[in-house]
């Protein structure tokens, strides 16, 4: 069940004004039965409860005058999780309370035409989820489970960021600080075994600075129009490996480029490349990795039919696979080449303003999921 109240009014010097409320509530019943043989035998079945209660309360104040816009705002949130777990041995609840007051604000500045500087600034929280009050363990197989963590903190993360824009041209850079991140994790609790728990842990501080470039431009009468952006991070984070503090700040890069050249109305050839650079974030690393597609695309019988043939990975270099995550005594990821190339021929028709029929077909079905270690 969810209400919503939002009423909108204007105070003394023009400052609008929006003042809202919002109320939710979860509540499900349901039975957990598993059939794994490593499963203890007093908690393969059981019957379990939730509920979730969040209040909140906003408000929000405008004020413009001829080249500034402010906006400053506030909302109150206040939560209660709770659950309850009946197995064949015990009963246990747990809950999860919280409280926060999350302001944010922004000043648009439009200095002259085609140019705007803008600041922002937004608080925002994540919350426990139900499985993660669940302490009990959920088996995959003998060698690893899942469970919960009943101490697990909600996290709060603070942004602040400056924007620029002139014409088709725009630049950010902003910072980023998380207060008990929540992380899953996968570690060996026993060392003794070979068996690994994966869980909710709370990473006491994390940080980036990261800045954004794009641009966007057309050009030749509209026939060209060219699109990309470079995003780089410089991430502070720090975690335990091997009895070792590892210290993450290599910053890493992202971005795209997209090309589209539209012959007449009917016709637009088009070509996109999407790249990352070897990134660590937080106890993740991945390796580097890019994606360069291309293709045609043919609108006909007045745009309600749609041809499109494009390729794929054309380079074979979208190998975002590669993952490695590590964590006290523990490393486990994905690793390989994956062979994503292909053609691939799709038609869409509509009719009567809905899609009617979508298909597709790709030359090489066959290896489309080969793996090469």
Same mark, same amino acid.
């Given at each position: ?11 003394p *010097?023009?400052?609008?004004s929006?003042?809202?409320?919002? !109320?939710? =509530? /979860?509540n499900?019943r ?8 490593w ?9 379990q ?8 309360a ?8 001829k080249?500034? #816009? ?12 709770? %659950? ?12 999860? #309370?919280?409280?926060? *007051? ?6 648009? /500045? ?14 925002? %929280? ?9 302490? +009990?363990?959920? +088996? ?5 489970y ?23 041209? !725009?630049?950010?850079?902003? +910072?980023? #600080?998380?207060?008990n991140?929540?992380?899953?994790? /996968? ?8 068996? %690994? ?23 030749f009468?509209g026939?060209?129009?060219f ?20 210290k993450?700040?290599?910053? *890493? ?30 106890n993740?690393?991945q ?5 360069w597609?291309?293709? $045609?695309?043919m ?6 039919l749609?041809?499109?043939?494009s $390729?794929?990975?054309?380079?074979h270099?979208?190998?975002?696979n ?6 006290? =005594?523990?490393? #486990?990821?994905?690793?390989g ?19 009617i029929?979508?298909?597709?077909s790709?030359?090489?079905?066959? %290896? ?6």
């Amino acid at each position: 069940m969810t209400l919503n109240a939002t009423y909108s009014f204007n105070l003394p *010097f023009n400052i609008s004004s929006e003042a809202g409320a919002r !109320y939710y =509530n /979860v509540n499900d019943r349901y039975g957990y039965l598993s059939d794994s043989k490593w499963q203890p035998e007093t908690l393969g079945s059981n019957g379990q409860k939730t509920e979730d209660n969040v209040t909140a309360a906003y408000l929000s104040l405008g004020k413009k005058w001829k080249k500034v #816009h402010l906006s400053l705002g506030g909302r109150y949130e206040y939560s209660d999780t709770k %659950v309850w777990i009946n197995t064949l041995s015990e009963t246990i609840s747990n809950s999860r #309370h919280t409280s926060f *007051f999350l302001p944010s604000g922004t000043l648009t /500045v439009f200095p002259w035409k085609n140019l705007t500087f803008q600041l922002n600034y937004r608080r925002s %929280v994540n919350r426990q989820k139900y499985t993660g009050l669940n302490p +009990y363990p959920i +088996y995959q197989d003998s060698l690893s489970y899942s469970a919960g963590n009943r101490d697990l903190q909600p996290s709060v993360n603070d942004n602040i960021s400056i924007y620029a824009g002139w014409k088709g041209l !725009y630049v950010t850079a902003g +910072y980023t #600080h998380t207060r008990n991140l929540i992380k899953s994790v /996968v570690y060996n609790q026993d060392p003794s075994t070979d068996i %690994v728990c994966e869980t909710p842990i709370n990473v006491k501080r994390s940080e980036s600075f990261y800045t954004m470039l794009g641009y966007n431009r057309r050009m030749f009468s509209g026939k060209l129009y060219f699109s990309g952006n470079l995003y780089i991070n410089f991430p502070k984070y720090k975690y335990i490996f091997l009895n070792k503090t590892i210290k993450i700040h290599r910053p *890493f890069y992202s971005g795209n480029m997209n090309l589209y050249y539209f012959l007449n109305n009917k016709i637009t050839a088009y070509t996109t490349f999407t790249f990352q650079s070897y990134l660590e974030d937080t106890n993740i690393s991945q390796r580097p990795a890019n994606n360069w597609s291309a293709g $045609v695309q043919m609108n006909m019988i007045k745009d309600k039919l749609t041809l499109t043939l494009s $390729v794929s990975d054309i380079l074979h270099r979208a190998n975002y696979n590669n993952i490695d995550i590590r964590y006290i =005594n523990t490393q #486990h990821g994905t690793y390989g080449t994956n062979d994503m190339r292909g053609i691939t021929l799709s038609a869409s028709l509509s009719l009567f303003n809905q899609d009617i029929t979508v298909s597709s077909s790709r030359n090489n079905n066959d %290896v489309i999921d080969r793996t090469r270690q």
